[in-house]
């Protein structure tokens, strides 16, 4: 008798090279597809109908209607009108790093170098303050720098402050504000680089007689580089737009141009003019970034 080969398989025949091959291409691409799609609808969208309500005629309102006439001269009158708003931005953002860095390098570099066994409790007490609102933690300052608070009593009782002196509804407290609620983004990335530091490096500049100045100039600070960078970014961009640090710890002297675009869209409802300084508050600190990101670059190639 003749046994007849079985004519199925349990298992299926294998896909052919080349098919297996173009689904591990296509694999990245499909999962890249929900990101991108997220951001074309939440993100690109928004931002075309934000630079077509920028060039309605200033003329028209919400109960009118807006008419598009592609008013380009939008953008150089809402300059001309609030340019000290925006260079009030920028110069706050900028001192407010620059006191974050004074307090948040030597932070990252004890927590990363020095902390020990406390490294993952002083990691919490950094990014606890991020655990409440936004604006609990700005109403918080407010009460820490108002005229009857402790902290003005002291600095009056030493001089630093006149007797009817304040801190509350002046530069000095925007600044500190902005200072307090983004210093975790300036902090977490410097950690994540001053962590991975070899601290042989640091023996190896100690034998060779650097000064503790020196080796931080020549070791930790070009190694730190990354972190640095993506630190002062992460302050910077959301510090320049803010708005709540200004409305609730300064005045309307102290505001900036988060403050009037609030004010344009919310209050005076004239969205041609609150999109025309959107735009140009997103250009300025594009160009911020691509000039700090150049000059970082040729840092690192020096």
Known sequence: M??????GSGNPPAAPPAARSGRRRLLPYLLVLPGAAWLLIFFGVPLVQLAAASLYDPSGS???GYA????????PDVLQAY???????FSYAGAALLLALLLGYPLAYAIAQKAGRWKNLLLVCVVAPMFTSFLVRTLAWKTILSDNGTLVGLLRDVHLLAPDGRLLATPVAVVLGLTYNFLPFLVLP???SLERLDGRLLETASDLYASPAQAFRRVTLPLSRPGLVAGTLLFFIPASGDYINAELLGTPNEYMIGNVIDSAFLVRLD???GAAL????MAAILAVVYGYLRSAG???AL
Do not use: C, G, K
Request: charge should be negative; charged fraction near 10%; avoid cysteine.
């Open 2 to 7: 003749t046994l007849l080969a079985p004519t």
């Open 68 to 75: 598009m006439t592609w008013a380009f001269s939008n953008y």
């Open 190 to 192: 410097l950690y994540a």
């Open 298 to 300: 040729a840092e690192e």
């Open 271 to 273: 969205y041609p003019q």
């Open 278 to 281: 959107s735009f140009l508050l």
């Open 83 to 89: 340019w000290p708003q925006f260079l009030r931005s």
């Open 62 to 64: 919400l109960s009118t």
